[in-house]
Structure formats: C-alpha cells, structure tokens
C-alpha cells in the first residue's frame, strides 16, 4: 500500500495518539453496544416497517438525538447471520462548519438505497461529542462497494478534512447475527490524520 504506514498490532506512535492501540477495546466495546441497539429496535414490531426507514432515539431530557438507525434493508436480518462491519470514529475540529457537517451526513446518506449490500448505517454521540458510525453490509463486495463509491470518496477526501483532526476506522464482523452482538470482533484498522498535508494515513492489522 503505497505511502501507508504499516503498524503492528501494539504499536505506538507518540506523535498520532489517536492510533494507540489503546482506543481499540473502547470503540469495539461501542460497537457492539450499537449493535445490540439495533437489535433491540429489530426486536419491536412497532418500529420495523418493510420498507427503508431512519429512526432517531432521544435520551430523557436532551434536544435532538444521540443515536440514529438508518435501516436499509430490514429483510437482511431476517436471511443473513453474517455481516461485515465498517466502524468509524472521528475526533472533530472544536470550530467546526455546521454547514460541511449537515452537507458530509447528507452525501453518505443520499447514497445508501443505491447498495443492496448495505444494511444499516448507525450513528451514536459519544461523551466527548463526537460521533460513532457502525455500518452492516451482507458480504465482502458490497463492503467494497460502498468503499469505492463517489459518495465515500468526497467524504474521505473533500469533507472530512475540514470536519475532522483525525478519524479510525475499523473492519470486522458480526460473525453469528444480530442477535449476538457480543461476538462482533474487529481485524484491521486504518487511520487518516488531516492535520498533516500530505494526509497521512496507517493500517493496523489487530490480532
């Protein structure tokens, strides 16, 4: 991989403490949580329509959301066990431009119902405020399908470097359903660091 730092599955890099190997329990600990979130919302019949749906969750005594279920296709969980994971966790600039955040949710967004592979997009605010995303796909394709797309390349290239210092980004899978979010686990991840020009960029494969 051209110009990507490779990193083994301990290595620290001082300067970058947002690669630490450290954050690793964390985030898959985060993911899985939404996970069972999304079980939990597939579990009532009340709230699950055939048909691509968004569903935002509110805590008691908070304006807005804190999580968002953009539910693709509902059918995948009912036919598939296994599903390849994307997680995505960014740290934002503290003056960050309302307007590129609402323009980078709406791109990936737009793009959703054009990836039959995709089966849901979930977005969780974390303590510090920034965001968590957890994506499902049905196979490795569909995966890179998404990756290679126009909408996920203005994201990574165009937007996020004005929204974010840095970001993590994870890929694994959920081995045995949705019904065990427990058993997600996470082999590689990568890592783009926009306050260095050229981007810099590393992978870790996790052991």
Known sequence: MENVVQLTPTAILAERPFTHPAHI?????????????????????????????????????????????????????????????VGFFGQSRSQVNIDLAQDFDLTLLAEIPQHDGLSSYCTMQLKDGNFANLVLFIDEQSQMHWSRSEAHAKAVYELSPGFYHSVRIYNGRLPQGIHHSDALTLHKARYFDYDESPMWRGVRTLA
């Open 25 to 85: 329990p964390n985030d898959l600990a985060t993911l899985r949580y939404m996970a069972q979130q999304l079980c939990l919302t597939l579990q009532n019949p009340h709230m699950i329509a055939e048909l691509p749906q968004t569903i935002l969750h509110s805590k008691p005594g908070q304006s807005g959301w804190f999580q968002r279920q953009v539910l693709a296709h509902p059918a995948h969980f009912q036919s598939h066990s296994l599903f390849h994971i």
